[in-house]
């Protein structure tokens, strides 16, 4: 079935680490792309989104991500990881037609200090 | 000021109970949307509606029925509660069509006894 994968189910750092988060899609054609954060008990916020152009896009907070057409894998980013940034991270894939978007599992990321 | 908002934030109730979730938004948006957030943060959507009339109707028991009294509102029912309906509910909105970023609800955890 097509799918949107996040291989990490839990990632733990450090602060000043440096981060990345994959994201997998399984869809062919023209997608769209998201990444959204789930701070603790709070709802999700939109980090960054891709449509078409650059495939380095830049968001909130310090965060990029990268579109690779060839790879189908849309992976996150932050140089500096934060305390703050201790959160579940969600990528999703907005398939092609009138389709709704799907959400990966997630990944939780645990920022120590 | 809140963009999107659901009541009751919590909700605790029996087995075979009918309950509803209310959800607003004031973005002026024409697409709202319901998701279900299960126990392991995956996040699946239920139902879409643009502008009141649904759009997008996932496997969802006929148990939950959706109802838009007008394009700012998007009301969730449940009939005859189940165990596993505990879960967390999110509504969200977008401008229209499914490719648009989405604006979450804080979400309505609901747990059945």
């Known amino acids: 079935a097509q799918s949107v994968s996040q291989h990490n189910h839990h990632v733990i750092l450090s602060e000043a680490a440096s981060l990345e988060l994959g994201c997998n899609y399984s869809?062919?054609?023209?997608?769209?792309l998201f990444w959204y954060v789930q701070y603790p008990g709070q709802h999700l916020q939109l980090l960054l989104k891709?449509?078409?152009?650059?495939?380095l896009v830049k968001g909130i907070k310090g965060f990029e991500a990268e579109f690779i057409k060839s790879k189908f894998s849309f992976n996150l980013r932050k140089p500096s990881v934060q305390w703050s940034d201790t959160a579940e991270y969600f990528c999703?894939?907005?398939?092609?037609?009138?389709?709704?978007?799907?959400f990966g599992k997630g990944t939780r990321l645990s920022v120590i200090a | 000021d809140t963009a999107v908002s659901q009541t009751p934030k919590y909700l605790v109730t029996q087995m075979g109970n009918d309950k509803s979730i209310k959800c607003e938004q004031n973005?002026?948006?024409?697409?709202m949307y319901w998701y279900k957030q299960d126990s392991k943060k995956f996040l699946k959507i239920m139902f879409s509606y643009n502008n009141k009339e649904l759009i997008i109707n996932e496997t969802v028991p006929n148990r939950f029925s959706p109802k838009s009294p007008d394009k700012a509102h998007l009301n969730l029912h449940i009939n005859s509660l189940e165990l596993g309906d505990s879960a967390v509910y999110f509504c969200?909105?977008?401008?229209?069509?499914?490719?648009?970023?989405?604006?979450f609800g804080d979400g309505t955890r609901l747990s059945i006894l």
């Open positions: 869809y062919g054609g023209t997608v769209n």
């Open positions: 891709y449509f078409s152009g650059d495939p």
């Open positions: 999703a894939v907005n398939p092609p037609g009138n389709t709704p978007l799907v």
């Open positions: 969200a909105s977008s401008k229209r069509g499914v490719d648009q970023p989405q604006h």
């Open positions: 973005l002026g948006h024409d697409t």
